[in-house]
């Protein structure tokens, strides 16, 4: 008996999953240019149709109709199914770590979609929404206040603040030894907004750890370029919040 017990539980946590990852393509795709989440209801950015809600069923839709819009027959990205796939995933493993843990739970519950999407959007559009990075203050601010003491929410303030501050000041000196923006505001709000979450050691750690990765995803990506796309001034711009977030 409990052994089906776990097991709807595992369906019903993957499934939520799903729906928040189907959510999270909504943020990915509008919040970069300025559209509303919440309407238009979803619809083919193509015909506009509007998708009906048999054919918005996370990952088994896009399955049944072939990647396509069933009315105009538009080729769907497939970064749609992948990101609820991913997030349905997450979601079931978060619960099987955490499930004696309810407050870790729901806070990985909730940063899991924030990131992904953070990730997706800076490596496709090159910005981070300021909505999602206040998200994370409000978060670790939030979690703080509900399982610790209020001097803990100081700390985590301090933390964000001193997080931010190292970025901003990093972002001054490579503008003037470059001549053009080593960090984006995005960049800066985020990391503040890692700092709430995590605390004063645990974003410091989160900015040393992202830096060697960064570097060492800098340098992939200059000979990639140069050696497969064949750029001779290959630029080695990248989007970094993928390299904090990993971190």
Not at 175 to 185: I, P, Q, R, S
Not at 188 to 195: A, R
Not at 205 to 230: C, D, Y
Request: aromatic residues 10%; charged residues 15%; proline residues 5%.
């Amino acid at each position: 008996m409990q052994a089906h017990i776990n097991i709807f539980w595992d369906i019903f946590v993957f499934a939520v999953g799903a729906c928040v990852g189907s959510f999270t393509n909504v943020l990915i795709h509008r919040l970069p240019r300025r559209e509303s989440i919440i309407k238009p209801p979803s619809h083919c950015p193509k015909c506009g149709a509007k998708i009906k809600f048999y054919d918005n069923i996370p990952i088994i839709s896009y399955i049944i109709l072939g990647g396509k819009c069933r009315n105009c027959g538009e080729p769907i990205s497939i970064r749609y199914p992948l990101v609820e796939l991913l997030l349905a995933v997450s979601y079931l493993l978060i619960f099987e770590f955490y499930k004696s843990e309810p407050i870790e739970m729901i806070t990985f519950f909730v940063v899991a979609p924030i990131f992904v999407a953070i990730t997706i959007i800076d490596i496709t559009h090159w910005k981070i929404p300021d909505e999602l990075s206040i998200a994370l203050f409000i978060l670790g601010f939030t979690v703080s206040a509900v399982v610790s003491e209020w001097g803990e929410v100081v700390e985590k303030l301090i933390a964000a603040i001193i997080a931010s501050s190292i970025f901003w000041i990093l972002a001054v000196m490579g503008k003037k030894a470059f001549g053009k923006d080593a960090l984006g505001e995005g960049d800066i709000i985020l990391v503040g907004g890692i700092g709430a979450l995590v605390g004063i050691l645990g974003v410091l750690e989160v900015i040393v750890i992202s830096a060697v990765i960064g570097l060492v995803g800098g340098i992939i990506t200059i000979i990639f370029r140069k050696t497969v796309l064949g750029q001779k001034t290959a630029s080695s711009a990248i989007p970094y919040a993928p390299f904090l977030i990993t971190a």
